[in-house]
C-alpha cells in the first residue's frame, strides 16, 4: 500500500508561506529560502518514491490503461497501489511549483531589497562627502567588508567580471555585513543564480567597486572560479 506523504498533508499554512507572518507579508530572508529548498527537496524524493512504486508494477507509469483489452481491470497489477501512487504524483508536482514559485519570489524579494540598499548608500556616501570634504570622505564612506578573495582561476566567471585577489567584499547579491554568518550564504546565493548577473561589491585598495559576476559552468571546477574566505576583524 502506498501511504500519502504530501508535504501538503503535514504542512501549515504558516509553513506553507514563509513570506508571510503573524502580523501581515515581511519580507523573506535567507532562511526561507534554505527552509524551502529543504522542502523542494523533500518532494521530489516522494515525487521519485511514487515513481519507484509504479516502476515496480510492471513499470506502469502515469497513463497506461488500467483495463485489459477486454475491459476488465488489469490482474497482473495492483490498481490500489497505482492509482493511489499517480494521485499523489500529480498532488506532489502541484506542491512542487508552487515552492519553486515561492523560491522565485523570496529570490526576487532579497535582490529588489539588495538594489534599494545600494541606491541608499551611494546617496548616503554622496551626502556625507558633501558634508565632510573630499580629503576625508572617501575613507569613511567605504563600507565594511565580510570576505575576501584570496584567489583567481584564469578565464573563470570570476575574473571575466573583474574580481581580483584582495578584493574585499562587502555586498555579494543578497549578502551583506548584517546577515551574513557564513561561506554557505555565499554558496546558497551562487547555486540560485546559475546563469544570472549577480551585482558584487568589493574594496580595492581603498576604493570601492561594483562588478556584476554571473555564475556559470566553465572549464574548472565550481560556477565562479574563485576562493573566498571569511574577513577576520
Not at 529570490?107 to 551626502?127: G, I, P, T, V, Y
Not at 555579494?172 to 550564504?185: K, Y
Amino acid at each position: 500500500m502506498v501511504r500519502d506523504t504530501r508535504p501538503g498533508s503535514t504542512m501549515s499554512d504558516k509553513e506553507a508561506r514563509p513570506s508571510e507572518g503573524s502580523s501581515g507579508a515581511r519580507a523573506a530572508t535567507v532562511s526561507d529560502i534554505h527552509e524551502l529548498m529543504r522542502r523542494k527537496e523533500e518532494i521530489e524524493a516522494q515525487i521519485k518514491a511514487n515513481y519507484d512504486v509504479l516502476e515496480g508494477q510492471k513499470g506502469v507509469g502515469m497513463d497506461e490503461p488500467l483495463v485489459d483489452c477486454e475491459g476488465y481491470p488489469r490482474a497482473d497489477v495492483d490498481l490500489y497501489q497505482v492509482r493511489t501512487a499517480r494521485h499523489n504524483i500529480i498532488c506532489l508536482q502541484n506542491d512542487h511549483k508552487a515552492v519553486m514559485k515561492q523560491v522565485e519570489e523570496a529570490l526576487h524579494q532579497l535582490h529588489a531589497r539588495d538594489k534599494e540598499k545600494q541606491a541608499r548608500d551611494r546617496a548616503e556616501a554622496r551626502q556625507e562627502a558633501l558634508s565632510r570634504g573630499h580629503s576625508h570622505s572617501h575613507s569613511h564612506s567605504l563600507p565594511q567588508a565580510f570576505a575576501k578573495v584570496n584567489s583567481v582561476s584564469p578565464g573563470s566567471p570570476a575574473s571575466t567580471a573583474g574580481l581580483q585577489v584582495d578584493d574585499e567584499i562587502v555586498e555579494f547579491g543578497s549578502v551583506n555585513p548584517q546577515n551574513f554568518q557564513s561561506l554557505h550564504n555565499i554558496s546558497s546565493v551562487v547555486q540560485h543564480s546559475e546563469g544570472k548577473p549577480l551585482n558584487v561589491t568589493v574594496i580595492r585598495r581603498g576604493e570601492k567597486h561594483q562588478l556584476r559576476l554571473v555564475p556559470s559552468r566553465w572549464t574548472g571546477r565550481g560556477l565562479l572560479g574563485c576562493n573566498i574566505v571569511p574577513l577576520q576583524r
